[in-house]
């Protein structure tokens, strides 16, 4: 047998880490002996486990460990990283230890240091000289640089359920239609005001359905009293919000009468010409061609927005990032600082937010389907709460609800 002695330490019990630990093992073919366990008495203490892990081949403990790492476990009398340089711009060595999205150490020159830039589905890179580890995804890795390979040497601070009753539980939460909707959204509000306060940076990510269902005006409202500091989204959000502004449609769909609009289905194209034509969204706005709507709002309230194309887009709009690496990496500029993503409505921007962040952010992801939120968590954002709400139902509450706090307007 090929074996290895692991720490587990932290709320491993109520977190259930622990549990999760265990049941890999004996999944992937192992078996264990608990040396030693420590179970806290108070919400305040910390429980630990000492466990020694057996394999039957030794590229069987390596895979295992990985595993473990990446639920928190440390490997006791850890070792050295294993550093090996890059073989090729946008490449990394073979064996590269591949990130989650939690807190991560390596251990470097008889220390512990914690890797900055924390994203999931990357490489580690040390630059020795600074004394610094940091994430890069792998089309920004350059020959040469020292990557972490294999799982010597990492360790992994996992999510834990935090020990205060709270209804607004981050973490471990499992998605259904059957939530306390008030009281989360009451959470919620309550979450923003305090951030506001604090001066941190509240997201929001947005889907098309936030016009086509008519909660565009109460996303302008929470915008115009401060709430948000940053919009992502697509070219279907701009334009249908543009649409709406300038023709009273979406998606030709009369927003007042809900009635269809004779050659409605030409509005958004429309919509895209004007604003090309005037030079941008920013152009319109101050032309006084745009005089209402989210992106209105926005410019208005110099709300910083990022808007990443598709392949379907039409047009685009003016300002639109078409290259997807662009994208990516103006996301992750602006997500710098970001305590609280609001994702609403929209799966595919979801997901590419979530594969961004660090599972620290308070995440939630608001959506009619509740297949969206689970992929968003099947893909690793497990620090995200699901709510599965008609996202007009949703801001319209939230705007109420903020604006008893601070009187955003009927």
Same mark, same amino acid.
């Given at each position: 047998?090929?074996?290895?002695?692991?720490e587990?330490r932290?709320?491993?019990?109520?977190?259930?880490?622990?549990?999760?630990?265990?049941?890999t093992?004996i999944?992937?073919?192992?078996?264990?002996?608990?040396?030693?366990?420590?179970?806290?008495?108070?919400?305040?203490d910390?429980?630990?486990a000492l466990?020694?892990?057996?394999?039957?081949?030794?590229?069987?403990?390596?895979?295992?460990?990985?595993?473990?790492?990446?639920m928190?476990?440390?490997?006791v009398?850890?070792k050295e990283?294993?550093?090996?340089?890059?073989?090729q711009?946008?490449?990394?060595?073979?064996?590269f230890?591949?990130?989650?999205n939690?807190?991560?150490?390596?251990?470097?020159d008889?220390?512990?240091?914690?890797?900055d830039?924390m994203?999931?589905?990357?490489?580690?890179?040390?630059?020795?000289?600074?004394?610094?580890?940091?994430?890069?995804?792998m089309?920004?890795?350059?020959?040469?640089?020292?990557?972490?390979?294999?799982?010597?040497?990492?360790?992994?601070?996992p999510?834990?359920r935090?020990?205060?009753?709270e209804?607004?539980g981050f973490?471990?939460?499992a998605v259904? #239609?059957? +939530?306390?909707? @008030?009281?989360?959204?009451?959470? =919620?509000? !309550?979450l923003m005001?305090?951030?506001?306060?604090e001066?941190?940076?509240v997201l929001i990510?947005?889907?098309?359905a936030?016009?086509?269902?008519?909660?565009g005006k109460?996303?302008?409202?929470?915008?115009?009293?401060?709430?948000?500091?940053?919009?992502?989204?697509?070219?279907?959000l701009?334009?249908?919000d543009?649409?709406?502004?300038?023709l009273g449609t979406s998606?030709g769909?009369?927003?007042?009468t809900?009635k269809a609009?004779?050659?409605?289905?030409?509005?958004?194209?429309?919509?895209?010409?004007?604003?090309?034509?005037?030079g941008?969204?920013?152009?319109?706005?101050?032309?006084?061609?745009?005089?209402?709507?989210v992106?209105?709002?926005?410019?208005?309230?110099?709300v910083?927005?990022?808007l990443?194309? #598709?392949i +379907?887009d039409? @047009?685009?709009l003016?300002g639109? =990032?078409t !290259?997807?690496?662009?994208a990516?990496e103006e996301?992750?500029q602006?997500?710098?600082g970001?305590e609280l993503?609001?994702?609403?409505?929209t799966?595919?921007?979801s997901?590419?937010?979530g594969?961004?962040l660090?599972?620290s952010?308070?995440t939630?992801?608001v959506?009619?389907?509740?297949?969206?939120?689970?992929k968003?968590?099947?893909?690793?954002?497990?620090?995200a709460?699901?709510?599965v709400?008609d996202?007009?139902w949703?801001?319209?509450?939230l705007?109420?609800?903020?604006?008893?706090?601070?009187?955003?307007g009927?």
């Open positions: 047998m090929y074996t290895q002695r692991i587990l932290g709320h491993i019990i109520d977190s259930h880490i622990l549990s999760k630990v265990l049941d093992i999944h992937c073919n192992g078996d264990f002996v608990i040396e030693e366990l420590t179970i806290g008495r108070s919400k305040r910390h429980s630990s466990i020694e892990v057996r394999a039957t081949t030794e590229e069987g403990l390596k895979n295992m460990l990985t595993m473990l790492q990446s928190g476990a440390t490997i009398a850890a990283v294993i550093l090996k340089p890059a073989p711009d946008g490449a990394f060595p073979p064996n230890y591949a990130t989650t939690l807190q991560t150490f390596i251990h470097y008889g220390r512990w240091l914690e890797v830039d994203e999931m589905d990357c490489g580690i890179v040390l630059t020795p000289t600074e004394g610094r580890a940091r994430c890069v995804p089309d920004r890795v350059r020959m040469g640089d020292l990557v972490v390979v294999g799982p010597e040497g990492v360790k992994v601070q999510l834990q935090s020990r205060r009753k209804a607004f973490m471990g939460s259904s #239609s059957e +939530r306390p909707k @008030g009281l989360f959204l009451r959470e =919620i509000a !309550d005001v305090a951030l506001k306060k001066g941190k940076k990510v947005g889907g098309p936030i016009i086509h269902t008519g909660a109460y996303l302008s409202r929470i915008i115009e009293a401060g709430y948000i500091d940053c919009l992502f989204a697509g070219n279907a701009a334009t249908h543009i649409e709406a502004a300038l998606l769909i009369d927003l007042k809900g609009t004779p050659a409605g289905h030409t509005h958004h194209l429309r919509a895209i010409n004007e604003i090309r034509l005037a941008g969204i920013e152009q319109a706005v101050k032309k006084g061609i745009l005089t209402s709507g992106m209105y709002s926005c410019v208005v309230n110099k910083d927005y990022l990443a194309g #598709s +379907r039409d @047009g685009p003016p639109v =990032i !290259d997807t690496l662009i990516q996301m992750r602006r997500l710098r970001v993503v609001l994702m609403l409505a799966m595919l921007h997901i590419a937010t594969n961004l660090p599972a952010v308070r939630v992801c959506d009619i389907n509740p297949a969206v939120v689970t968003l968590s099947d893909r690793g954002s497990s620090q709460i699901g709510l709400s996202v007009e949703f801001l319209r509450e705007a109420r609800r903020l604006s008893c706090r601070a009187g955003i009927k």
